[in-house]
């Protein structure tokens, strides 16, 4: 079971996408587990033949579990290692009574979560048969599971069954961020930096290249900061970094990790590998296909266990300037601010400039204000240049 | 015709916003107040109306798409044009 997140103790295996006897390569999707994220598809990180799947469906197990073996391509071992029984955790069954089902008036759309419907296609359940129990009645992936449940079973017993898995919901979300912004704010020695940046070139840069691109290609203008973020990690490496035991590991990839707010309350900030090396078009890419997974479920394993460095915009919501709180085990997290028109002082003349404000929470046990502030500087320097990024 | 393309600008949101209640929209409301649309999801919308109805709509022409109402003459009159 892998760790994809700070503070995740456990992971529940929903289902298995390969099976015993299989052929399996680097980055195939080999299960999906459900954790306080929502449903993660777990890739391998070995290429050979899946021999033995060890945790079944529905058994919720800690993090570091053998999940599976899988016998790699090479020489044949004498023996494959022996694996202890997975310890299964309990599953947490809610307090609550079950919630009452809420159908649509004639006429209403059913209204169905995304990751209902992912779930519903995968138990070939017709979702808009479903009644829903979330907000305003929407149908949850709850909902899905429960009628996928009670048509195997047949007719509704007397006494309704306990649920098979714990119920993942918004709360227990909440619960993850708190335990890892603690952890965080208690481990780490935070210092933070702001650093205001004009955009007008960037801006008009941005207006340009759109203008020439199909409506499918268009950037958005957060892309174009990732893409300044990466490149000046190459400047200022310690940044770009994860604390393991007694020290920072640098990593020589740079994999951001996008803050992405979840329809309905949380976040996730999953990984945006080799942002660096990406041209824009293709990050612009894989940032909207990021955030639509992210958003109806279907993030892969190495995203949420991969970022070395977190960016977080919060400018849509018009907040002057992000004081973040670093995600661990990474040792810094990039914010930015809304853009706002400021007076900026151009060859001894005021103009009126469209500013947003960088800022910087870093872990002091890595890095200093000195090499924080030329990382900044590096940003604002990159950004004066979109046309190279 | 209003109305086919209502409908159309709904269809596309729901797909947008799936949880939102898309029966309770203002239409003289921003889509932003109301369903908590940022700019991914306004390049999508976009996105959709343009796969939905072949329209092509210039980056400096989203701000005329804001409500559900200011959508429909927008796109009325881009399909008219």
Redesign the interface.
């Known amino acids: 079971m892998p760790i994809l997140g700070a503070d995740m103790v456990a992971g529940t295996l929903i289902a298995w996408r390969k099976q015993p006897g299989d052929r399996v390569a680097r980055g195939d999707i080999i299960a999906e587990v459900e954790t306080e994220k929502g449903l993660i598809d777990v890739e391998v990180f070995a290429s050979g033949v899946l021999e033995r799947i060890v945790v079944q469906p529905g058994a919720t197990v800690p993090t570091g579990t053998v999940l599976a073996l899988i016998r790699e391509d090479g020489p044949a071992p004498a023996a494959m290692p022996a694996v202890a029984a997975p310890v299964v955790t309990a599953p947490v069954v809610p307090a609550a009574v079950e919630p009452a089902r809420v159908e649509p008036a004639p006429g209403?759309?059913k209204?169905?979560?995304?990751l209902a419907?992912k779930v519903a296609a995968r138990l070939g359940v017709d979702p808009d048969t479903v009644g829903g129990t979330?907000?305003?009645g929407?149908v949850t992936r709850e909902d899905v599971e429960r009628a996928a449940a009670e048509r195997q079973a047949g007719p509704a017993p007397a006494v309704a069954p306990a649920p098979a898995r714990p119920r993942m919901d918004v709360a227990r979300m909440r619960q993850t961020i708190a335990a890892a912004m603690a952890r965080s704010k208690r481990e780490i020695p935070h210092y933070y930096l702001a650093h205001p940046i004009d955009l007008h070139r960037v801006l008009a840069w941005l207006?340009e290249e759109?203008?020439r691109r199909p409506?499918?290609d268009?950037l958005?203008?957060?892309v174009v900061l990732l893409k300044a973020v990466a490149l000046a990690l190459r400047e200022v490496p310690e940044l770009n970094a994860v604390w393991r035991g007694e020290r920072a590991e640098p990593s020589a990839a740079v994999h951001v990790g996008v803050a992405i707010?979840l329809?309905?309350g949380g976040l996730v900030a999953p990984a945006l590998h080799d942002a660096e090396r990406q041209p824009l078009g293709d990050l612009m890419r894989a940032?909207?296909d990021l955030?639509?997974r992210a958003r109806s479920g279907g993030l892969r394993s190495s995203e949420l266990s991969d970022p070395t460095i977190t960016v977080t915009s919060l400018g849509?919501q018009g907040v002057e300037r992000v004081f973040g709180i670093i995600y661990p085990p990474q040792v810094a997290i990039v914010g930015f601010g809304r853009i706002a028109e400021r007076p900026w002082v151009v060859d001894g003349a005021v103009v009126p400039r469209p500013v947003v404000t960088a800022s910087l929470s870093a872990d002091h046990r890595v890095s200093d204000g000195h090499r924080g502030g030329l990382f900044l500087a590096a940003v604002e320097r990159l950004l004066q240049s979109p046309e190279r990024l | 015709m209003a109305d086919d393309l209502r409908a159309t600008i709904v269809r596309v949101l729901g797909d947008i916003a799936p949880e939102a209640d898309l029966a309770a929209l203002k239409p003289d409301v921003a889509f932003r107040e109301q369903l908590d649309l940022d700019s991914m999801d306004v390049l999508n919308f976009v996105v959709g109306l343009h796969g939905a109805l072949g329209v092509e709509i210039p980056e400096s022409d989203y701000p005329k798409l804001a409500t559900l109402d200011a959508c429909v003459d927008y796109l009325q009159a881009r399909r008219t044009s």
């Open positions: 209403e759309r209204r169905v979560s995304p419907r979330g907000p305003g929407t207006a759109n203008a409506v499918t268009r958005l203008y957060g707010s329809r309905g940032f909207r955030v639509q849509e």
